[in-house]
T-cell receptor, first 115, second 112 residues
Framework: GAGVSQSPRYKVTKRGQDVALRCDPISGHVSLYWYRQALGQGPEFLTYFNYEAQQDKSGLPNDRFSAERPEGSISTLTIQRTEQRDSAMYRC?????????????FGNGTRLTVT | KNQVEQSPQSLIILEGKNCTLQCNYTVSPFSNLRWYKQDTGRGPVSLTIMTFSENTKSNGRYTATLDADTKQSSLHITASQLSDSASYICVVSERDTDKLIFGTGTRLQVFP
């Protein structure tokens, strides 16, 4: 597609359920980042990949959060046993090459609400 | 403590006025520093990207400066417009890992 695509756009789930958020980056983009943004807050880095390799997952809040990018393209962020504090906008971004001067392209995000 | 601190947290100015937003970081070594504008409910849009060797970069009415010695960057907005109302986010990239460190953002409101 023309841009970074995320699905679903909105997700409402009950506490304790598992959710999977999908990010489809721009074709050929090497780097993929996940971050989340609570209402009225700045972005919070979660994790990122270069190709299929997860480079850094230090931003994942706890072991209920995991991410994968098995073929170096689409990525899935999974939250197990969701809690209300997980409610936020989850965004991903991709870039063509790693690092320097490579523009980031952001998806529109998935708004997760845990009730 | 966040490695990228922005100030002020929020700012209100009148249309036509200038303003300057600050970004202080402790990320070291870093490869580049980016400023983004994020409208409410939208994804961030890139304003400027500066490498560690650049001191200033402009994009229309937006001018970013970088002092790598003091680890400070600023975003200056000239002749503000109502459409400048948004959150402005400073993002620093670690040199060795390319990990993005996001600042906490500055919420700017421009009033007529």
């Amino acid at each position: 597609g023309a841009g970074v695509s995320q699905s679903p756009r909105y997700k409402v789930t009950k506490r304790g359920q598992d959710v999977a958020l999908r990010c489809d980056p721009i074709s050929g983009h090497v780097s993929l980042y996940w971050y989340r943004q609570a209402l009225g807050q700045g972005p919070e880095f979660l994790t990122y990949f270069n190709y299929e390799a997860q480079q850094d997952k230090s931003g994942l809040p706890n072991d209920r959060f995991s991410a994968e990018r098995p073929e170096g393209s689409i990525s899935t962020l999974t939250i197990q046993r969701t809690e209300q504090r997980d409610s936020a906008m989850y965004r991903c971004a991709s870039s063509l090459i790693q690092g320097l001067d490579s523009p980031l392209h952001f998806g529109n995000g998935t708004r997760l609400t845990v009730t | 403590k966040n490695q990228v601190e922005q100030s002020p947290q929020s700012l209100i100015i009148l249309e036509g006025k200038n303003c300057t937003l600050q970004c202080n970081y402790t990320v070291s070594p870093f490869s580049n520093l980016r400023w983004y504008k994020q409208d409410t409910g939208r994804g961030p849009v890139s304003l400027t990207i500066m490498t560690f060797s650049e001191n200033t970069k402009s994009n229309g009415r937006y001018t970013a400066t970088l002092d790598a010695d003091t680890k400070q960057s600023s975003l200056h907005i000239t002749a503000s417009q109502l459409s400048d109302s948004a959150s402005y986010i400073c993002v620093v990239s670690e040199r060795d890992t390319d990990k993005l460190i996001f600042g906490t953002g500055t919420r700017l409101q421009v009033f007529p």
